[in-house]
């Protein structure tokens, strides 16, 4: 039984987690900006980042379902993400692969990042096991589209194309972004766009 077909809920960029030592050198910056959706368009919106919390949920019951016959956790991204592949397209909604693999890299990350704490000491670090109606969908660049007045979303295999309006444009050069992330704040729709911008460098005495 994979828990993807049965959970009963179910309603940036490809940039390397270990950097180039030769690539120059860059921070990350994110500048959120908020949609401007049609009433249709704001519906699949709040519905894909339901469909996003109903994939972390999924992944907290299959865990709690593993522990309780004395297997261990699916934890890693990539024992994740076969765990997702075993499911097959469509399992939620019209969240697309991209933004479904997102939330598993979440979940990894701070799993692991809690047993790095446990490890040293710390008694009040938890493993996430909060179920959360509505998560965050990031999708990584060579995945959607953007430019200075619009974003397209990659949505599942099926569903209708996703062209959304930005408020403003978009405060980096183009190249530079990374990723974008759907949210919501306040009952609000926003788009994070993060992007990779070089350190300034001056010459001898002109900082």
């Given at each position: 039984m994979h828990l993807w077909l049965s959970h009963p809920l179910v309603m940036?960029?490809?940039v390397p987690r270990v950097r180039d030592e030769k690539a120059p050198r860059g921070v990350?910056?994110?500048?959120r900006i908020s949609l401007r959706a049609s009433a249709s368009q704001r519906r699949r919106l709040w519905a894909m980042l339901v469909s996003a919390g109903d994939v972390w949920a999924c992944v907290l019951e299959l865990n709690s379902m593993r522990r309780?016959?004395?297997d261990r956790p699916l934890v890693s991204y990539?024992?994740?993400?076969?765990?997702?592949?075993?499911?097959?397209?469509g399992c939620f909604g019209e969240l697309s692969s991209v933004g479904a693999r997102s939330v598993l890299r979440r979940y990894s990350d701070a799993y692991f990042a809690t047993a790095k704490k446990q490890k040293k000491g710390d008694t009040k670090a938890r493993y996430p096991r909060r179920r959360r109606h509505l998560m965050a969908a990031r999708f990584y660049a060579?995945?959607?589209?953007l430019?200075?007045?619009?974003?397209?979303?990659?949505?599942a295999k099926g569903c209708p194309p996703l062209a959304l309006r930005l408020s403003r444009a978009v405060p980096y050069a183009l190249d530079q972004v990374r990723s974008v992330t759907l949210i919501a704040e306040a009952g609000r729709l926003y788009i994070d766009v993060s992007a990779e911008v070089p350190v300034a460098t001056y010459g001898p005495g002109e900082a």
């Open positions: 940036i960029e490809v990350h910056r994110t500048a309780a016959r004395g990539k024992e994740l993400c076969r765990e997702l592949a075993k499911a097959g397209p060579g995945t959607f589209s430019d200075n007045t619009g974003v397209r979303l990659p949505v």
